[in-house]
């Protein structure tokens, strides 16, 4: 296995995050960081890397767990990712993680339990990465079955 430097990792989560799909648009997160579009275009074309400080503010403004932007999601299906986010730009995807009882009433009571406390863990912040590695392989797994 290749590991890759976290420039490497970071100039992928860039492109993965404002590319076509993703998470949130150029425009949005130039001004929720307060910052130019053109340097967003930056990140996005690989031109320049954000460094850790911006890395994090990234992470703040697109509402990803911190150090989203330093792990490698390659080979992970970005909906996969959406299932596991707090305030996910993607609402339709309710159906796969329900943020309430009710939109969880057609799952098993056992599974519904258990998106509810995942669900609730991911909004107090305390899962960690190894939980959310963990969730991304489980979705990803699943999302296989069809």
């Given at each position: 296995?290749?590991m890759?430097?976290i420039?490497?990792?970071?100039?992928?989560?860039a492109?993965?995050?404002?590319?076509?799909g993703g998470?949130?648009?150029?425009?949005?997160?130039?001004?929720?960081?307060?910052i130019?579009?053109?340097?967003?275009?930056?990140?996005?074309a690989?031109?320049?890397?954000?460094?850790?400080?911006?890395c994090?503010?990234i992470?703040?403004?697109?509402?990803?767990?911190?150090?989203?932007m330093?792990?490698?999601?390659?080979?992970?299906?970005?909906d996969?990712e959406?299932?596991?986010l707090?305030?996910s730009?993607r609402?339709?995807?309710?159906v796969?993680?329900?943020?309430?009882?009710?939109t969880a009433?057609?799952?098993?009571?056992?599974?519904?339990?258990l998106?509810e406390q995942?669900?609730?863990?991911?909004?107090e912040n305390?899962?960690?990465?190894?939980?959310?590695?963990?969730?991304?392989?489980?979705?990803t797994?699943l999302?296989?079955?069809?």
């Amino acid at each position: 296995m290749i590991m890759k430097d976290i420039e490497t990792i970071r100039k992928e989560n860039a492109a993965r995050l404002l590319g076509k799909g993703g998470l949130i648009r150029q425009a949005e997160l130039a001004r929720r960081m307060r910052i130019s579009p053109a340097q967003v275009q930056q990140w996005k074309a690989g031109y320049r890397i954000p460094e850790s400080e911006s890395c994090r503010r990234i992470e703040k403004a697109a509402e990803l767990p911190v150090g989203w932007m330093d792990q490698d999601h390659a080979g992970i299906g970005m909906d996969a990712e959406y299932c596991l986010l707090a305030g996910s730009a993607r609402p339709e995807l309710e159906v796969i993680a329900p943020s309430s009882p009710e939109t969880a009433s057609g799952l098993i009571p056992q599974a519904r339990a258990l998106v509810e406390q995942i669900i609730t863990k991911s909004k107090e912040n305390k899962l960690s990465e190894g939980d959310i590695a963990l969730l991304i392989s489980t979705v990803t797994r699943l999302s296989g079955d069809k």
